[in-house]
């Protein structure tokens, strides 16, 4: 089986996106996401490693109404690994976290992650209490795990093995309280300045 | 609740951690993320009652930085109560503060200060003042029960209206001191 492209994967996810909330976490995953155009309802992060999936269970709690969609590497992920148990306490049924797996820790020298030695990100979110975690591997799975970040009862975990390739950057931007005002005005409207 | 001193003199027993529950239910705090403390026991159980917050027990403490980034991000507020030992477990997860600019509010119940009988709890209960100014957050300190519906609703203030990180430190003189006795 033929490792997936990451790029490919985030933009046939991010297409038509209606009003889904993305978080993307630091590194190589924040870069796809923007890769597949930068939008205000998209929340780049470029450090607080292993705060991504937490961020988006904040997000998914206080707009029960909206899908939200954390995007992050396995490295971000494994640097957070208890905030999936945390998940599995509250349990949202908003939440989808997506892990683009390469096994590697892209931006600091493709040094191997601990899922290269075998650890089972999607076998410890089940454990944790999601409605369904698993490991995908093939283009034709993807077509069922975006309609399920967009229909499916969560909190859902993917687990996207992807190609050991080093992309072009494509940067998001950096400044924080753009990042932060950007997001609450394109999803609060005027209630963002009321706080 | 009444008790009498040694003197029989009635006096008031302040419920201070009712008063922060009640300043934090009127600043709109809606999610309430914590790593348990003694000195919180009754908080925490007050904020489980209270069916306008969501509580979100944490495996450590810089998952609730993150969670109150998300729960502004979708015009919530959040509320993070720990003891000071997790402190130093929130050091980088700070930069979301830092660099963003998003509200924080810290509850920490102090251990380390006067009468501690845990020596393992006095390096870092003694660093805290100093990890949070470094990692950006000011600190406001509740030492006395009278005080707390002020100081809470204060720091809760600082940290909504000005989006600032604020923590407020909770002595442990107002807590107690951890006897390390059977409880019988």
């Given at each position: 089986v033929k490792a997936l492209n990451r790029r490919e994967v985030v933009a046939s996810l991010l297409e038509r996106r209606d009003g889904l909330l993305v978080v993307a976490g630091l590194g190589s995953a924040a870069w796809d996401c923007t890769a597949a155009g930068d939008h205000p309802l998209t929340f780049p992060l470029w450090g607080a490693m292993g705060s991504a999936a937490m961020i988006g269970l904040g997000l998914a709690l206080a707009q029960p109404k909206r899908r939200v969609l954390v995007v992050t590497g396995d490295g971000e992920m494994l640097m957070g690994l208890g905030s999936l148990a945390t998940i599995g306490v509250r349990r949202p049924g908003n939440l989808s976290i997506v892990v683009l797996d390469n096994e590697r820790y892209g931006e600091t020298g493709m040094q191997k992650t601990h899922t290269a030695y075998g650890t089972d990100l999607a076998a410890v979110a089940g454990a944790c209490g999601f409605a369904d975690a698993r490991i995908i591997r093939k283009n034709t799975e993807i077509a069922a795990v975006r309609s399920s970040i967009y229909r499916g009862r969560g909190p859902l975990f993917f687990q996207v093995k992807?190609?050991?390739?080093?992309?072009?950057?494509?940067?998001?931007?950096?400044?924080?309280a753009h990042l932060k005002h950007r997001f609450r005005e394109a999803l609060l409207g005027e209630k963002a300045a009321a706080q | 609740v009444r008790e009498r001193t040694s003197k029989t003199r009635p006096v008031e027993v302040i419920d201070w951690p009712a008063?922060?529950?009640?300043?934090?239910k009127s600043q709109r705090v809606?999610?309430?993320?914590?790593?348990?403390?003694?000195?919180?026991?009754r908080l925490i159980e007050l904020c489980h009652a209270d069916r306008n917050m969501t509580t979100v027990p944490l495996t450590t403490e810089e998952e609730g930085i993150g969670l109150a980034a998300g729960a502004w991000l979708g015009g919530e507020r959040a509320a993070l109560l720990m003891q000071s030992s997790g402190v130093g477990n929130c050091v980088n997860a700070l930069t979301l503060a830092a660099t963003c600019g998003f509200?924080?509010?810290?509850?920490?119940?102090?251990?380390?200060?006067a009468g501690e009988r845990n020596p393992w709890q006095v390096p870092m209960g003694q660093a805290v003042p100093e990890a949070l100014r470094l990692g950006g957050v000011r600190t406001l300190r509740l030492g006395r029960a009278e005080e707390a519906s002020a100081v809470a609703n204060t720091a809760a203030k600082v940290a909504f209206e000005e989006q600032s990180a604020v923590a407020l430190l909770i002595s442990q003189q107002l807590i107690g001191v951890k006897s390390f006795e059977e409880k019988r």
């Open positions: 992807v190609k050991r390739d080093s992309l072009p950057l494509v940067l998001p931007p950096r400044d924080g | 008063a922060i529950h009640n300043a934090l809606r999610q309430v993320s914590y790593v348990p403390d003694a000195g919180h026991k509200p924080l509010l810290m509850l920490v119940t102090m251990r380390g200060e």
